[in-house]
């Protein structure tokens, strides 16, 4: 039953923190007139968003969880550092792609 309602938290957070990520994104890009909806430049943004979401919750959300075992680590901080790096990078190269 607990793994049942961490999914259903995964989910809840991904959604939620991914669709408030996705609207400040958004808004920043038409402050320079972007619109990256329905191109490349979109699933750029979608991807990195998903990349920060995971560093974020196996960094933090993990611990807090229900579903509590003694495999839960922290991601390596070359792990962590690359793909926020690899998300961010992404962010700004998505513009070009729209």
Sequence with gaps: ???????????FIFLLL???MGSIVKQI????????????????????????LFVLYRNKLQFSGFYKTKNQVKLPKIMSYTCTIFA???????????
């Design 1 to 11: 039953m607990k793994l049942i309602l961490e999914v259903i938290r995964i989910i």
């Design 18 to 20: 991914g669709g408030i």
């Design 29 to 52: 890009y038409s402050q320079f007139d972007i619109n990256v909806d329905n191109t490349t430049g979109g699933w750029l943004v979608g991807i990195s968003i998903l990349m920060l």
């Design 88 to 98: 961010i990078s992404m962010l700004f190269i998505a513009p070009f792609f729209a």
